[in-house]
């Protein structure tokens, strides 16, 4: 798929369809055979947005470099999370994403974590302005936090990762978000190290928008009204700021 698609302000909606339906079979079809195959080349097939705007804005070596990068960082954090339980508190990631590096963690990982990094960098720094570095950075770290308060309560019911102990919210433990406050920031830290003042384009965010999407209908088809109603709430603040960078015609810068 050419660049250019992604420039155009209806690009990110053109998957909405095969999400919602996507959401359909993952919550009421989840026994069906096929679920690993399918959650696999979903991560990977929703990661392309983001991975793109990462070496248009960078260059292959840097890309390299970053990715490279990022994924040794998540991998490491979420195998020590689960061998120990520091920082997330104890937990077992599921069959249904893949295989497992080492037993402990999906080899998909960096395919669903890193775009949260890269979506939540450029849609802080759309809404501050790229000049604000520290504010910028400690917004995308909110920003990561706030999705992941709509996707790890779908994905525990998935049975993508499963909790040790329930907590309070959608039987996910405080200790979980504690866990993402410290890696969300570490990661964009890293992020900012090593991409220095590459502006990454808009549509980097697409991945974020539409794994945010999914879990949207995840929580909607589970019956979770408040989870639902706060991920409305974050998909509506990022509808807005595509609607403004459309206005700006700066989808690809």
């Known amino acids: 798929m ?38 696999m080349v979903f991560n990977i097939a929703l990661a392309i947005p983001a991975f793109l705007g990462l070496k248009r804005a960078t260059g292959a070596t840097r890309w390299l ?9 998540a991998f490491a954090i979420e195998s020590i999370a689960v061998a120990t339980g ?15 590096l080492l037993g402990l963690v999906p080899m998909t990982l960096p395919f669903s974590w890193i775009p949260i990094v890269l979506g939540s960098r450029v849609w802080a720094a759309a809404i501050l302005g790229p000049a604000r570095v520290l504010p910028t950075l400690l917004l995308s ?17 998935l049975r993508y990762w499963t909790w040790e102990s329930a907590g309070a919210y959608y ?5 979980n978000f504690v866990g993402w406050v410290i890696s969300s920031l570490i990661a964009q ?32 088809l589970s019956g979770w009204l ?3 109603l706060w991920a409305l709430l974050l998909l509506a603040g990022w509808l807005l700021t595509h609607q403004k960078k459309m206005t700006a015609g700066l989808a690809g810068r």
């Open 2 to 39: 050419s660049l250019r698609f992604y420039d155009k302000p209806s690009a990110p909606f053109f998957l909405a369809p095969c999400l919602a339906f996507g959401a359909v079979g993952a919550v009421h079809y989840g026994d069906l055979p096929g679920q690993t195959v399918i959650a």
């Open 65 to 73: 470099i970053t990715l490279a990068v990022l994924s040794l960082f």
């Open 86 to 100: 520091v920082p997330y508190g104890r937990f077992s990631y599921g069959a249904d994403l893949g295989p497992k």
């Open 141 to 157: 770290a909110g920003l990561m936090v706030a999705f992941d308060l709509v996707l790890d309560p779908g994905a525990a019911a």
């Open 171 to 175: 039987g996910i433990p405080e200790s």
């Open 189 to 220: 830290v890293l992020l900012t190290l090593l991409t220095r003042s590459a502006a990454l384009p808009w549509f980097t965010t697409y991945s974020l928008a539409w794994g945010l999407f999914f879990w949207t209908c995840v929580a909607a």
């Open 226 to 228: 408040g989870l639902t």
